[in-house]
């Protein structure tokens, strides 16, 4: 117990640090407000604007969150057509290289004209940046399933479909919510990559408008907030992933 509330402790004292010299420079050297807020500025505007800002988080959770899923429900089959097929594994692999090499601001504009102003194209812009990640730590943790498990499973005559469900994939687990903590924090910066470049609602949308106002606390306030969304799913993930792998807290 004393452990965990040290480990906590940690990156508490770190913030506090941080905000604390930051409130410093900006009262001692007087910047200006407009190009840099003090972290009280940004607190009293949350606090101005706290029904503003949770209106706008729900757009950009519900973007993330979906685009998240289906990142995983797509993805995690993927991983095992690629990892269980040379073929398919030398088919698909470099056209998922050439896709993530592919800027996903680039992008934006044309899954904006294909899907509109609405929730889909922020949710396939989430996809398409947390899918990456999901399907080379799957197909990764499939491969690198011990050998001796394979051995003994092959020996009590299990079939493919045993061999995957009772030792394949149960191994591939901890790289599955690897790829599962990177994917879904990418996915809160898809859904903003889009309401940038289109969009009439969510906290990307509230940052544009804000800075064009020059309410530059109101813009910090919104980032703070992505900050915090992102490390709250982040959390969930990891809550998951000791309901579902309770050993490796254990261990």
């Not at 996809?127 to 999901?134: G, N, S």
């Not at 020996?155 to 994917?183: E, T």
């Amino acid at each position: 117990m004393m452990g965990r509330l040290r480990s906590a402790a940690y990156p508490l004292l770190g913030v506090a640090v941080l905000v604390t010299a930051w409130q410093l420079y900006t009262d001692l050297v007087g910047v200006s407000r407009i190009v840099l807020p003090s972290p009280l500025d940004i607190w009293r505007a949350s606090v101005r604007n706290f029904a503003l800002l949770m209106r706008e988080t729900g757009p950009t959770l519900v973007e993330t969150v979906l685009g998240f899923a289906l990142a995983v429900a797509i993805g995690i089959p993927a991983a095992v057509a690629v990892a269980s097929s040379r073929v398919l594994n030398l088919t698909l692999y470099p056209i998922l290289i050439a896709t993530q090499s592919v800027p996903k601001v680039a992008v934006a504009p044309i899954v904006l004209v294909w899907f509109g102003l609405g929730i889909e194209s922020k949710l396939v812009i989430a996809f398409l940046v947390a899918f990456f990640p999901m399907v080379v730590d799957t197909a990764a943790g499939l491969r690198a399933t011990p050998a001796g498990l394979i051995e003994l499973a092959l020996s009590l005559r299990a079939s493919r479909l045993q061999m995957f469900l009772k030792v394949q994939f149960p191994a591939a687990l901890p790289f599955i919510f690897a790829g599962a903590k990177v994917a879904v924090t990418l996915s809160v910066i898809g859904a903003v990559i889009g309401e940038f470049v289109g969009s009439t609602a969510g906290l990307g949308n509230l940052l544009l408008s804000a800075n064009s106002q020059l309410d530059t606390a109101l813009a910090w306030a919104a980032l703070v907030w992505l900050s915090l969304l992102g490390i709250l799913l982040f959390a969930a993930v990891v809550v998951t992933e000791r309901v579902v792998m309770p050993w490796a807290e254990r261990h």
